[in-house]
Structures are given as structure tokens and as C-alpha cells.
């Protein structure tokens, strides 16, 4: 389901917003993370950008596999989300294009981000591999991924490196929470990427 306005915001099945009312102006991309208790994944980012004078798309992950099974009425799968969002950089023409995401948001935001060949990525405490359910906090939802789903972006490093990504990845996390500190330093001295270790939040 795409919305070309607000006034759905709150529909818990609403899996995107996409607004693209200017020409020649930059594209900003921002992927949800993890939803909390009470309600579906957030639209990251959706408040304190809905103003800003840009293109705008926010995605969020409904059944939260980290877009494995892609985004509701739009995708299947992490490839098939990429080829959507391409089609719409070269119909509109756009040159500029910024992904952000945070944790699992963050995690597709970089795969995206490569896939497309953005300018660059903001990614707050992403997760970088998903293969080894011991660094990653809902390892119930980990397992059912290894089950369901094929192993082709488990692992960021190796599709970043098949890409030759030309997009500069910055990863921001707190270096005293370890597990996001063990994937931000997975990618750790791999080019176009860049390590914002912060002492807290």
C-alpha cells in the first residue's frame, strides 16, 4: 500500500508514504525498525522531516524480518524493494539520494543503499549480519528467518564488497552497548564506510 499523503499515518497496514512533489530536488529514503509494544514499526524519521523540502519515501517492514519479505504492496523481497525504488530515482530523475534507518531499519537501509547506488547512508545502530542469532537481541524472530528465507543478505560484508559500493555508509552507535558495537566494527576499515562511535544514546 503507497499513500501520496499524511492523513493515513496511523493505519497500522500502512506500509509506505511516498511524496515526490519537486523536481530536481534531492530524495530522502527512510526504513523503520523494530516496532515497539504497542503498535506497528514506526515511519522513521517521518516527524521531523515531514517539512523539509524534498522527496520524500518511508518504508516500514510489517511483519518485521528485516525486509526479507520485502514491503507490503509494493515488493516480495529486498530485491524486488531495490528495483521500485531505482525505477522511481530514473523515471523523477533524481541525482541526490539519502537512506536512513535505525536498527533493523538501518540494517536494510545499508543494503538499499548499496543496491541502488545512493549517495549516501545514515544508519543508527543497524545490524550489519544476521546469520548468528547470538548478537542479535530477538533471537526467536532470528531462527524463524534462518527457516524461511534465503541467506543471500545475511551478511552485509560480502554483498557491500560485490557491489563496489560507491555510496558512503556512516553506521552511528553507542560503543558501550556491545552487540551494536560488534556490528558496526564487522564492517570496520571497509572503504565508503564510516564508524560514528558515540559514549552514549
Known sequence: MTAESHRNINDPNLSSIIELPY?????????????????PPPFELFNITKNLKANKIYLRDLEQVWYQSGV????????ETASF??????????????????????????IIGVLIEAGCVHAFSPQTFIHNPRYI??????????????????????????HRSICDINIYYDKNEKIDETHARHLMNMKNITLHPYDEG
Not at 525504488?85 to 536512513?100: M, P, S, T, Y
Request: no cysteine; charged share 30%.
Open 137 to 162: 537481541r530477538n533471537k526467536d524472530k532470528i531462527r524463524y528467518l534462518h527457516n524461511k528465507f534465503s541467506d543471500k543478505y545475511f551478511d552485509l560484508k560480502p554483498v557491500i564488497k560485490s
Open 85 to 110: 525504488l531505482r525505477k522511481i530515482i530514473d523515471e523523477k530523475g533524481i541525482n541526490k539520494v539519502a537512506v536512513f534507518g535505525n536498527s533493523m531499519g538501518g540494517y536494510a537501509a545499508i
Open 72 to 79: 507490503f504492496g509494493i515488493s516480495t523481497n529486498i530485491d
Open 23 to 39: 523536481k530536481d530536488s534531492p530524495l530522502l529514503i527512510a526504513l523503520g525498525g523494530v516496532a515497539g509494544r504497542r503498535g
